[in-house]
């Protein structure tokens, strides 16, 4: 089945840095969406992308939908201690309801 | 703020008893999903409902799942007959019309011993 290849899976920050993410895959995708899920928790959403090339942000978090429609990238500036947790991409293909998951970036940040 | 609500929380079961996951979804909307997430791992699609009718399912979706809308306002996943490696996080979602945004609930934990 379709897959996406999500990156990196994990990153050790400091506080105040900033964070890169992102997904790629060999198929095009319609829609993207970035989720965050803290443990025991359920997915919340983040940014949803619906155009190549677009570029959307949310507060310090700004993802990008890639002009090839296979990758979408995500940014997190200035990151803060409750920006830990695992954030996920999912897309929608054209002919689909369902999303497609990424495996996670799960983010640690240092003390 | 609407949410999503999914009931119980934490479900603990013998393998080969029947469970059924109870989700409340946002008022207006009008497409339904579930997905399974086994602890650790990435969030998989198990099966999307509109208009009460499965639109899509996966190959997890197999003959001992099922999914109804019964009274216009719950939607419910059964497993008919549990193993234990149905053992995962099940999330409800939902979109609105024109919308593919999706919505998801706090999740089940079902445990299957």
């Known amino acids: 089945g379709q897959q996406l290849n999500q990156s990196p899976q994990s990153m050790f920050i400091q506080e105040g840095e900033d964070v890169s993410m992102n997904c790629t895959s060999s198929s095009i995708f319609n829609t993207w969406l970035w989720y965050k899920q803290d443990p025991g928790e359920g997915p919340v959403l983040l940014i949803a992308l619906y155009k190549a090339g677009e570029l959307t942000s949310n507060g310090r978090l700004t993802a990008q939908f890639g002009i090839t429609r296979k990758d979408s990238f995500l940014n997190i500036s200035a990151s803060i201690p409750s920006d830990v947790g695992i954030y996920f991409c999912?897309?929608?293909?054209?002919?689909?309801?369902?999303?497609?998951w990424g495996a996670g970036t799960k983010l640690i940040i240092k003390p | 703020e609407p949410e999503v609500t999914q009931t119980p929380s934490h479900q603990v079961t013998q393998m080969g008893q029947e469970v059924i996951l109870r989700c409340v979804p946002i008022s207006n909307h009008l497409y339904f999903y579930w997905y399974r997430q086994i602890l650790g791992q990435k969030v998989e699609f198990l099966v999307s409902f509109y208009n009460n009718e499965i639109s899509e399912k996966s190959e997890i979706f197999d003959d001992q799942f099922s999914v109804e809308r019964p009274d216009g306002s719950n939607f419910t996943l059964k497993i008919r007959s549990t193993k234990l490696e149905d053992s995962a996080m099940y999330f409800c979602?939902?979109?609105?019309?024109?919308?593919?945004?999706?919505?998801f609930g706090p999740g089940t934990r079902l445990t299957v011993t």
């Open positions: 979602a939902g979109t609105g019309m024109w919308s593919y945004e999706q919505y």
């Open positions: 999912a897309g929608r293909m054209d002919s689909n309801y369902q999303l497609i």
